[in-house]
């Protein structure tokens, strides 16, 4: 292959004819190159910021977090709070954390723990002093307070509504550390073969920190930002909306664009806030915590479609995915034909009706491929309440490919890694396991070759660029990823475990390594 200025300009025997005249030549000592990947539903600022708070992720049991916890107020005595990410929600029966836990560590100055899935934390008792949550505190709107049987909170705190009512007294972060955690975070996505990312949950009070690191030049990648529309304020988002947009566009560095809007439609299932068409199997007075009610969606997603942006929704219940595909049926309806590309995103339950509307109202079907496993927080937290009927049509990649759909992958990190490796390998096997004896978690089979295509040409047509990259051919632009062999000839079990060696953004690399030396002919 041979590439001038960014660009792909020959590929086969022709490019070999210019191996004499190349300024740089390099060897992939028979590895493979693709295309680059993509990730279609991530949170890089998140995943950054993780690293500016007592590192939780890895901790293996309670007494670990509380451990980490304290050291980490020993070393910073001046910080007011005590922010991290992120614990395991099945540390702890049905994921509900004690604040007597951290008081027991940090009683005089304010923590708050972001699980796993971002849609819970667990604060001390401190933090919920702060912001007023006592037993008489009302169930907030959109949000839930984990309480003790007389009421009083116990110290885990469910969704935004909730949430939000704690964090709104966090001090914001400085500019210099948000460009700090996007320079981290891109950064590790190029050292997995990434070039492309979509930001699928931006507050517009961060486009201030994506603008400073594309004039930096700290942004690895190219990012693409979905702003949160705001159930109960989102006709008064629409014109920052636009202004937001245009800044971007205004500001014309190529690593940074804004054409899309997100809509949370519900929560988790391990958190009975997934909206569910039938009621949770362990809560039978429960069907989950939708955020929208239908015409407030329909007017929103009409109004910014008009507006010409892209819609992104996180829909993890069966209910909340007919929500989202009855709402993208009202935009066709309402605003006529147009390429608009609606992304679904997680799609973690389909009743088996709403299949064929995935196809026929065009929808890109968004899946984190590191879902489907049986892990721990599967069999724990998600079967009990899902039941057995519907754990066994969980995460229905292969059969909604088949379909006709595209399907594009992601990771959703920090939620789960980030490397499309390890979404590729699971997506395969449906296994989070190298052992091939792994019991895979229901569901049709997805080759290699798809799995690729998913995390690359798909992900590049969701991001409108399919006629400029996503493929390896003659004139597109030179996003490539190299891996230290084929994955479609390897064995499944191994695909997880490859190595990206190289990274090319435009012909740019943002990512090196020297592979491991032939011996004999052999690796």
């Not at 307070?145 to 009421?151: A, E, F, K, L, P």
């Not at 930001?199 to 994506?210: F, G, H, K, N």
């Not at 636009?242 to 439609?265: M, N, P, Q, S, W």
């Not at 973690?348 to 026929?360: E, G």
Request: proline share 6%.
């Amino acid at each position: 292959m041979a590439v001038t200025n960014g660009t792909i300009t020959a590929v086969g025997s022709t490019a070999e004819a210019l191996i004499s005249v190349a300024d740089n030549l390099q060897n992939l000592h028979g590895g493979y190159l693709g295309p680059a990947f993509g990730d279609g539903h991530a949170h890089p600022l998140f995943a950054g910021l993780e690293d500016a708070g007592p590192q939780i992720r890895q901790c293996e049991d309670l007494d670990e977090i509380l451990a980490t916890v304290k050291q980490w107020a020993r070393d910073h005595p001046g910080d007011g709070w005590i922010v991290g990410a992120s614990y395991d929600a099945t540390l702890a029966e049905n994921g509900h954390f004690d604040a007597k836990w951290l008081d027991s560590v940090v009683p005089d100055r304010p923590v708050l723990l972001r699980a796993w899935d971002y849609h819970t934390v667990w604060v001390n008792s401190r933090a919920l002093d702060i912001a007023g949550i006592t037993a008489q505190s009302p169930e907030p709107e959109l949000g839930r307070i984990v309480r003790r049987v007389d009421g009083s909170p116990l110290g885990t705190l469910c969704e935004p509504g909730a949430i939000d009512l704690v964090t709104a007294y966090i001090p914001a972060y400085s500019t210099e550390i948000l460009v700090a955690a996007l320079a981290l975070a891109t950064d590790a996505f190029a050292k997995v073969g990434i070039t492309w990312v979509q930001d699928a949950w931006v507050e517009t009070e961060s486009l201030e920190a994506y603008l400073a690191a594309a004039q930096q030049g700290a942004l690895h990648t190219r990012v693409n930002l979905a702003f949160r529309a705001d159930p109960f304020r989102w006709a008064q988002q629409l014109p920052g909306f636009v202004l937001d947009r245009d800044r971007v566009l205004f500001l014309g560095e190529e690593r940074l664009t804004a054409h899309t809007i997100k809509f949370f439609l519900d929560g988790i299932i391990e958190s009975h806030t997934a909206h569910m068409i039938d009621a949770y199997s362990d809560c039978p007075d429960s069907h989950g915590l939708p955020n929208w009610n239908d015409q407030a969606l329909v007017d929103a997603a009409i109004a910014v479609d008009a507006l010409g942006f892209q819609l992104h929704m996180h829909a993890i219940g069966d209910a909340a995915v007919r929500q989202g595909l009855d709402t993208i049926e009202a935009v066709v309806a309402a605003n006529g034909p147009r390429d608009r590309r609606p992304v679904m995103a997680h799609l973690q339950t389909i009743n088996p009706i709403d299949l064929p509307r995935f196809k026929d109202l065009d929808v890109i079907a968004n899946f984190e491929p590191l879902w489907a496993q049986q892990d721990p927080v599967m069999t724990e937290l998600t079967f009990p309440r899902l039941g057995t009927e519907r754990s066994t049509r969980q995460f229905q990649i292969g059969e909604i490919a088949a379909s006709g759909v595209r399907v594009s992958f992601g990771s959703d990190w920090p939620v789960t890694h980030h490397h499309p490796m390890q979404g590729i390998g699971t997506a395969v096997t449906r296994t989070g396991s190298a052992d091939p004896a792994s019991t895979p978690l229901a569901g049709a089979s997805y080759d290699v070759a798809a799995a690729l295509d998913s995390y690359s040409t798909q992900v590049a047509y969701q991001a409108f660029a399919e006629n400029s990259r996503g493929i390896l051919a003659t004139g597109q632009i030179a996003d490539l990823v190299w891996l230290e062999s084929d994955p479609r000839i390897s064995e499944q079990h191994e695909v997880a475990e490859l190595n990206v060696l190289g990274t090319w953004l435009a012909g740019i690399p943002t990512h090196h390594v020297a592979p491991k030396p032939v011996l004999d002919g052999t690796r």
